[in-house]
């Protein structure tokens, strides 16, 4: 694909965040070819996806992240959250859903964790942080992929336990960057309760901070002081 046949900028991380939504436009048709093209045209280093299937009916049986990353040329990494198997409130009978990430063939992840965000429901929706540390220029960075409650009271919980991992990371003197889906940035949404939030997660240090339904950002390296 395009993005394999680049090389990194030795002076910038380009970076994507999406909420993909199984790969379906607005009419529930299957859009992962256009999802692709989108990614391509991005130029994306590294691609924190959100809501991805993988062997769900309503998709076909495809592992998303798998063929995205084929066709666009990048590794794929996939964190589940949801077995629909097993979920009490199930839309699909089988199958799996959850986080992703898409890597440029350069940047090969040198550690992969997924972790599970609290609930207030066994109902709920299951979220969670689904996180890579890559080698930049001879510099360990930790990317973190959130998806977040639409519930406010649930989200609360849950920016909680976000703030605890960025406080190791912080403790540990970790470059990183936190980007996802929050379910904090909308017509509801007020300019003071997101800063409210964003005092929850980091108290006065802020790091880069990526949020949007679709939102592509460069990263350079910038002294934490500046922050």
């Not at 070819?33 to 076909?60: K, M, N, W, Y």
């Not at 009978?93 to 965000?117: K, N, Q, S, V, W």
Request: hydrophobic residues 40%.
């Amino acid at each position: 694909g395009p993005i394999a046949g680049q090389s990194i900028p030795v002076d910038c991380l380009r970076l994507l965040t999406w909420n993909v939504h199984s790969c379906r436009s607005a009419r529930l048709d299957p859009s992962l070819r256009l999802v692709a093209e989108v990614i391509e045209a991005s130029g994306a280093d590294i691609v924190a996806l959100q809501e991805v299937d993988v062997a769900c009916p309503r998709t076909a049986w495809v592992h998303q992240p798998e063929e995205l990353g084929q066709i666009v040329g990048m590794s794929s990494h996939f964190c589940r959250l949801v077995d629909w198997e097993h979920f009490p409130s199930s839309p699909e009978t089988e199958g799996m859903y959850g986080l992703a990430f898409l890597c440029h063939p350069d940047l090969h992840p040198r550690r992969i964790d997924c972790h599970d965000l609290p609930r207030l429901s066994s109902k709920s929706e299951p979220r969670g942080i689904f996180q890579i540390e890559v080698e930049w220029n001879g510099v360990p960075i930790v990317v973190m992929n959130a998806h977040l409650s639409v519930q406010r009271r649930e989200r609360a919980y849950q920016l909680w336990a976000v703030r605890q991992r960025v406080k190791e990371l912080q403790k540990d003197d970790s470059s990183f960057v936190l980007m996802g889906d929050f379910n904090t940035v909308g017509v509801a949404t007020t300019t003071a309760t997101r800063t409210t939030e964003n005092r929850v997660l980091f108290g006065h240090q802020q790091p880069v901070v990526i949020g949007q339904s679709l939102h592509v950002r460069r990263w350079s390296a910038i002294p934490r002081s500046s922050w």
